[in-house]
């Protein structure tokens, strides 16, 4: 899980046969991978550099 802008930057999102280069990071959106390999569709604005969503935030607080 990315705690800095930086490592958010770098990801990609999605990667699967019909888009094998996956989809770019939205900064809009919270930087947390979902059970399908996609981003978060929730606005980012929580944890650390605000990356999270509310949910996303404190689910990295427990595993962090």
């Known amino acids: 899980m ?3 802008k930086q490592d958010a930057e770098s990801r990609t999102y999605g990667r699967r046969a019909g888009r094998p280069l996956g989809i770019p990071y939205d900064p ?13 569709p929730r606005r980012s604005g929580k944890g650390p550099d605000g990356l999270y969503c509310g949910i996303h935030a404190r689910r990295y607080r427990e595993e962090g």
């Open 2 to 4: 990315p705690a800095t």
């Open 28 to 40: 809009a959106r919270c930087v947390y991978a979902i059970w399908s390999g996609d981003q978060c």
